[in-house]
């Protein structure tokens, strides 16, 4: 039997709960809120948006990777030309998931 502590059953829980709220479509690849169509194209066809998942800034080249959620505001850990990592945050209606 597979056995897990206590600290890693907590944190393995809050990934969870803060990850419930974001939702990407798989037709147009918005991301939103709702939990059961598409607030762009009314798609039912809608997938859970994880923590890594990777994302692009609209209108920019920018790409990211999903850190956290807080309400519409998404912090996105971002690779620079540099190769520096930053954590940069964007409001949801500015992404779009990405393969
Ligand atoms: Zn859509």
Redesign the pocket.
């Known amino acids: 039997m597979h056995i897990i502590s206590y600290r890693n059953l907590i944190l393995w829980m809050g990934e969870l709960i803060l990850l419930t709220n974001l939702f990407y479509?798989l037709?147009?690849m918005?991301v939103f809120k709702s939990e059961d169509k598409?607030d762009?194209?009314n798609?039912e066809n809608i997938e859970l948006l994880k923590k890594d998942a990777p994302v692009n800034v609209m209108g920019s080249k920018l790409k990211g990777r999903l850190l956290r959620v807080n309400d519409n505001t998404v912090s996105l850990i971002i690779i620079t030309e540099n190769k520096d990592k930053v954590i940069k945050e964007y409001d949801a209606s500015k992404l779009r998931k990405i393969l």
Request: proline share 0%; aromatic share 12%; glycine share 0%.
């Open positions: 479509c037709n147009c918005r598409c762009y194209c798609s």
